[in-house]
């Protein structure tokens, strides 16, 4: 799987900005925002909201949580903005 970064403008808190992301996180932060019914620029602007570091470091953990948390048929979630996963925690 290619690694290359690809750099693309989003919009957060009404200001654009420009994230780089492997290919592999563009595509997962899509089927996210589309599980949940919202654009890209909201779900990175719910990212931003409480992140610490920087953004791209934030939208790569948050797509890492959020495929540990997925069920196997069920659409993709994460942790709350903020929230910080147990993962620690057992799966069934």
Same mark, same amino acid.
């Given at each position: 799987? #290619?690694?290359?970064?690809?750099?693309? +403008?989003?919009?957060?808190? =009404?200001?654009?900005?420009? %994230? +780089?992301?492997?290919?592999?996180?563009?595509?997962?932060?899509?089927? *996210? $925002?589309? $599980?949940?019914? *919202?654009?890209? @620029?909201?779900? %990175?602007?719910?990212?931003?909201?409480?992140?610490? =570091? @920087?953004?791209? +470091? $934030?939208?790569?953990?948050?797509?890492?949580?959020?495929?540990?948390?997925? #069920?196997?048929?069920?659409?993709?979630?994460?942790?709350?903005? =903020? $929230?910080?996963? @147990?993962?620690?925690?057992? =799966?069934?």
């Amino acid at each position: 799987m #290619p690694t290359t970064l690809r750099k693309r +403008s989003v919009v957060v808190a =009404g200001h654009r900005t420009s %994230v +780089s992301l492997e290919e592999a996180f563009w595509a997962a932060l899509r089927e *996210i $925002a589309a $599980a949940r019914d *919202i654009t890209v @620029n909201h779900l %990175v602007s719910e990212i931003d909201h409480d992140r610490q =570091g @920087n953004l791209s +470091s $934030a939208i790569r953990v948050f797509v890492l949580h959020s495929l540990r948390a997925r #069920p196997e048929d069920a659409a993709l979630t994460a942790p709350a903005a =903020g $929230a910080t996963p @147990n993962l620690n925690a057992r =799966g069934s």
